[in-house]
């Protein structure tokens, strides 16, 4: 059994955090930030939320490229009517008082590009913009074709059915300490990232999106992916369709995120779809049809463990394999389950496999502790292959608390 987090991906965040130690002092310790800084202003950006400050803003960007200097935005809502690109250089602003607000719905991106670049302490929003096509264009903060980059300590504010941040064709990043407030649209995405390669999402707060973190299956697929200690939806403002949905990634790891959905009644808490050596490790849920749902996860050994998953309206866990998946459901407690469930089925289950059978004796179901009451439920952990089953070997230690328990139909 495999406990810990992909070495790989544990690389990933360490390589990230090396990457920005020129830029980024919060998590660079003693390496400040360049020691000279243009001001924005210099420029004649006037940040009084009414002048189009988007030639000032790209010019200060440029000058500073050419001059090795970092960007500095003062207080102030600097309104940009166009796509702004801030390509290798460090952009850093004071905080809730440096807003960087979009004008135009089809060109509302701020760009993050080249290498070594980043954004800090700032506010990046596009705020009172309706929906519109295409992306990326019209994200929020946009990072494309960057490399060692670094997102941190910034708040999102995303208008109707944007994307937060969208990582697109990058690596070795980091997207860290954000607060990422979605418009409430089941549409709202708030990180995005897609054709990209050791990329960190960390230590976040997701306010009210449609789905918390998508990592996209658009080839070329994502790779070494790490998705670690987020905060996802809370009671006020919950999250509505996924808090994570990672497709068609290899070296992927969710763990530690905490993640409030809507209700019972709608969503997925975290979609592994495609995945391929995946560690989904001690997660905190609550709310949506399923707790954890792995779909067509690959041959090279997958991890569902030590989860805690409340209020579920079908299952907790659902493994919909391939016939070469390999998954293993081990050490989770689940609090209630089954709320939405009605009549008898086999798919009235805290714990459903289902796909393949030829995968069944891949498939390991041990030591996970239901704690909630029967609600709707038939079974504990159900199996729809019809032969053959899974082997009764590789399910046990398995316990629940209700007198009498709920039985099994492996």
Request: some cysteine; glycine content about 12%.
């Amino acid at each position: 059994m495999r406990f810990n987090m992909n070495i790989g991906t544990v690389a990933i965040a360490l390589a990230a955090l090396i990457a920005c130690q020129n830029v980024n002092p919060a998590y660079a310790g003693h390496h400040p930030l360049p020691q000279i800084l243009e001001n924005v202003k210099t420029f004649g950006a006037m940040g009084d939320g009414v002048t189009d400050d988007t030639a000032a803003m790209q010019n200060a960007a440029n000058n500073a490229l050419l001059t090795h200097r970092g960007l500095l935005f003062p207080p102030g809502t600097y309104l940009h009517a166009g796509i702004v690109s801030f390509n290798g250089i460090a952009v850093s602003g004071s905080g809730n008082a440096s807003v960087l607000l979009a004008a135009d719905p089809n060109n509302s991106a701020v760009l993050l590009t080249g290498s070594n670049a980043s954004i800090q302490n700032i506010v990046v929003s596009t705020a009172g913009l309706g929906p519109a096509t295409p992306a990326p264009a019209t994200s929020t903060l946009l990072v494309q074709n960057a490399n060692s980059f670094t997102v941190a300590n910034d708040t999102i504010v995303q208008g109707v059915g944007r994307i937060g941040v969208d990582v697109v064709n990058s690596s070795v990043g980091l997207v860290n300490a954000c607060v990422f407030d979605g418009s409430g649209s089941t549409s709202d995405i708030g990180v995005d990232v897609g054709q990209s390669h050791n990329v960190s999402v960390t230590n976040n707060l997701f306010q009210n999106e449609g789905t918390g973190i998508f990592v996209s299956p658009v080839s070329p697929t994502c790779q070494s992916i790490a998705l670690l200690s987020n905060t996802i939806g809370n009671v006020t403002f919950p999250t509505y369709a996924f808090g994570i949905d990672a497709e068609g990634t290899s070296s992927l790891d969710i763990a530690q995120n905490t993640i409030q959905m809507v209700s019972s009644s709608f969503g997925i808490a975290i979609w592994a779809h495609n995945d391929d050596s995946f560690n989904v490790s001690n997660n905190n849920t609550w709310g949506g049809q399923v707790g954890v749902r792995a779909e067509g996860s690959g041959p090279s050994g997958n991890l569902v463990t030590q989860n805690i998953l409340h209020n579920c309206g079908m299952q907790g866990i659902t493994a919909l394999n391939f016939s070469t998946s390999a998954v293993q459901i081990n050490s989770n407690v689940f609090g209630e389950c089954g709320l939405n469930d009605t009549g008898t089925s086999i798919f009235n289950a805290v714990i459903l496999v289902a796909g393949d059978a030829a995968s069944g004796v891949n498939t390991f179901v041990q030591n996970n502790s239901y704690q909630g009451h029967l609600n709707g439920l038939d079974d504990y952990i159900t199996c729809e292959f019809t032969t053959p089953h899974i082997p009764p070997g590789n399910v046990s230690g398995n316990t629940t608390t209700q007198t009498p328990g709920l039985p099994n139909n492996i």
